[in-house]
């Protein structure tokens, strides 16, 4: 099993469509990063603008945790429209490639095609959460040095540099929980299709409008927003409060992974069904 | 009599309210080279992707080496190999990352059994080279190459010559009798080119509008099947006042400007030296005994309208 996932995990890391998302993050953080550095802004003195009279601010605030955490809010659509790139593609390419005639007529079980397919997906999806994370953290320290992190969310949170460390961990296996939940959503779309724009479109359709719905106040929308898995996917955000919640964070990272089982139990479900055509 | 190692039991496929493949009974004896023919959209390949596990039949069921595929699925594709419709690979790995990738399904395959399948197929200098960069006849030899990976002891080939130009046919051809003679595999064999099953099967079915039309050893099939010479000549009312003057000849048609005559071809020389003594010009003489007139008439009973338009007289002597 584990020898099919390596040369399953090989396949798609010598496919060009693969790198599309490192390649965005290796371009799009570094050109904040520098981008930031170079211009001279500082968006803490603006944010801190309105309170100079009543607070005295030392220390280094516009920091690499700082930029690190800004980052992140690209996890709410850009992340996972690059993780729906693979994932998208993980069935339906086989079946445009016609190469599910190679994969299904072996002595292997649709289960554990399926499962292999699963796994690399999620490994795919992992590698660039943590590409993000790596490289955020890194060149934002690099550029911008070390400090406590300022969140500006309605109120001022100071979080201290000792604790940020273990706050962005926190943040980031939450975020990984919520990426690998997108990445099901494709994976399951990916298993109807023959083609991979259906499952990148679909999934971004159901993040967009599940995200909208869970904002809108309205007394409909609040009664299913609870079952939505967009409510839970901003859990990496929890890490960030003070005191954290842990519980809170638990609930929604266990409800994100009932979401990746049912996705994929479904998805097999289905799959074990079908004829293949292509 | 051989053991039956491939077996269909009134098989049948659905889609929506039409029948791809209805009620089919076919059984293919080891060491077979079966021939399995059709027209386009007769249901071949429906029937090879129901054997090959792709499609779930609707009704029936198929039994390879004498074990139901629908409940020993694994241990059935382990001893067979499969090329079905176009051979479609992973274009950006080499040949060699395509069958080791495929034989991890089959539990691994070595490099040396790689090695060994790509010389089979004459592959072997192409290596390392991405799949993408193939001919389609490269792919087809690959195709097959994928198919003899696991040693198997039935191969199961949907159209295995398709696109390929008339040397690479042949080279399929061969590699296919070489697999039978020298590897004792047996060979499952769909094609619409009914002169290449003709060549290298010797068990045959025709299947028509997804049904099973005839199933039986070639030979057989062919001599049961009549016999006829078609010629060629001019004015053609005076060849058939010649040709009613034989007695040997019990029925012959009008076919454009050619005649069918229903004899054994032995007697081709009398009835080419009557004609010629009759000074009638005979531009063709051709004995017609293939499968693939066998196949037409068939495949024809099936549509009798296309009959009609192709027989524009008939006659008995």
């Known amino acids: 099993m584990l020898n099919i996932v390596l040369l399953e995990a090989h396949k798609i890391f010598t496919k060009w469509r693969t790198y599309i998302g490192f390649l965005t993050i290796g371009i799009i953080v570094p050109l904040i990063v520098v981008g930031l550095k170079l211009s001279g802004i500082n968006p ?45 593609d993980s069935l339906a390419g086989e079946a445009t490639s016609g190469t599910y005639r190679i994969l299904l007529t072996r002595p292997v079980s649709r289960i554990k095609v399926l499962t292999i397919k699963y796994i690399t997906t999620i490994f795919y999806t992992s590698t660039l959460v943590v590409f993000l994370a790596a490289l955020s953290i890194g060149l934002g320290h690099l550029f911008f040095g070390d400090g406590d992190l300022i969140i500006f969310r309605g109120e001022i949170l100071l979080l201290p540099v000792d604790e940020v460390w273990w706050r962005f961990l926190l943040a980031y296996l939450g975020a990984l929980v919520a990426m690998w939940t997108v990445a099901s959503l494709a994976f399951f779309f990916s298993s109807f299709v023959e083609n991979a724009i259906g499952p990148i479109i679909g999934t971004m359709a159901v993040l967009i409008i599940f995200l909208i719905i869970g904002e809108l106040p309205i007394e409909f929308f609040k009664t299913i927003k609870p079952y939505l898995f967009t409510t839970y996917s901003s859990v990496w955000t929890k890490a960030f409060e003070e005191p954290v919640n842990f519980n809170e964070i638990f609930k929604s990272i266990s409800y994100l992974c009932i979401y990746c089982g049912g996705f994929f139990l479904v998805t097999l479900y289905l799959f074990r069904r079908k004829d293949i055509l292509s | 009599m051989s053991e039956i190692i491939l077996q269909t039991h009134n098989l049948a496929k659905r889609y929506k309210k039409r029948f791809a493949v209805s009620d089919l009974n076919i059984e293919v004896y080891r060491g077979d080279v079966f021939g399995f023919l059709g ?44 090329l079905v419709e176009k051979p479609d690979f992973y274009g950006h790995l080499s040949a060699f990352d395509n069958l080791k990738f495929i ?89 619409h080119l009914l002169t290449e099953v003709e060549q290298v099967a010797n068990r045959m079915a025709i299947i028509n509008n997804g049904k099973l039309v005839v ?30 003057s034989f007695a040997f000849i019990k029925k012959y048609e009008r076919h454009n400007n050619s005649l069918l005559i229903y004899t054994s071809i032995d007697r081709i020389p009398e009835i080419n030296a009557e004609f010629v003594k009759h000074n009638l010009q005979v531009s063709s003489i051709i004995p017609r005994r293939s499968l693939e007139d066998y196949f037409i008439e068939m495949t024809e009973r099936a549509y009798p309208a296309f009959q009609n338009a192709k027989t524009k007289g008939v006659g008995n002597a």
């Open chain 2, 215 to 244: 199933q039986g050893y070639v030979q057989e099939l062919l001599n049961s099947s009549d016999q006829y010479v078609q010629i060629q000549v001019e004015p053609i009312e005076a060849a058939e006042q010649i040709i009613k």
């Open chain 2, 39 to 82: 027209p386009n959209g007769a249901g071949k390949s429906t029937t090879i992707r129901m054997m090959l596990s792709l499609i779930h039949p609707t009704n029936g069921s198929i039994t390879i080496f004498s074990k139901r595929l629908d409940k020993h699925r694994g241990e059935a594709l382990k001893r067979i190999g499969g």
């Open chain 2, 103 to 191: 034989g991890s399904l089959y539990g691994g395959v070595n490099k040396k059994r790689i090695e060994e399948v790509l010389e089979t197929v004459k592959l072997s200098d192409r290596i390392n080279d991405k799949v993408k960069t193939y001919s389609h006849g490269m792919k087809q030899r690959l195709g097959i190459a994928q198919a003899l990976l696991a040693n198997p002891e039935l191969i199961i080939l949907d159209e295995p010559t398709s696109g390929l130009d008339p040397q690479g046919m042949r080279e399929v051809r061969e590699l296919i009798k070489n697999l039978s003679k020298e590897q004792n595999i047996t060979i499952f064999l769909s094609s």
């Open chain 1, 44 to 88: 803490t003195q603006n944010a801190m603008f309105n309170f100079q009279e009543e607070f005295i601010t030392t220390g280094n605030l516009f920091n690499g945790w700082f930029i690190s955490h800004l980052i992140m809010h690209s996890l709410f659509v850009h992340i996972p429209f690059l993780i729906t790139l693979v994932a998208g």
